[in-house]
């Protein structure tokens, strides 16, 4: 439980220090900040914000940063991930 709660401050802290130029991409951030402070799920806060980010890359309304930012969202997190797919087997 301790490594979820230090999952979503890291994400928290992470989304906190983006400042996006596009006012559609920052309502995003403040969104998923209010939602992380509710304490949702980060990672389903984190996948909501990629959802959002890809959309309006789709609709070519994505700024320089916010494609930054969508690239270093979707990185793969070794840890993260194999955490997610050991739980998947039993």
């Known amino acids: 439980m301790f ?6 401050f890291d994400l928290l802290k992470f989304l906190q220090q983006q400042k996006l130029p596009n006012v559609n991409e920052q309502s995003i ?9 509710q304490r ?18 789709l609709k070519k309304q ?3 940063e916010g494609v930054q930012l969508l690239t270093q969202l979707s990185k ?3 840890n993260e991930d194999v955490a997610r797919a050991s739980t998947t087997w039993f």
């Open 29 to 37: 951030i403040e969104q998923a900040t209010v939602k992380l402070h």
């Open 3 to 8: 490594k979820k709660s230090k999952k979503a």
């Open 76 to 78: 793969p997190n070794i």
């Open 62 to 64: 994505l700024s320089k």
């Open 40 to 57: 949702e799920n980060p990672y389903l806060v984190k996948a909501d914000v990629k959802s959002s980010l890809t959309e309006l890359a």
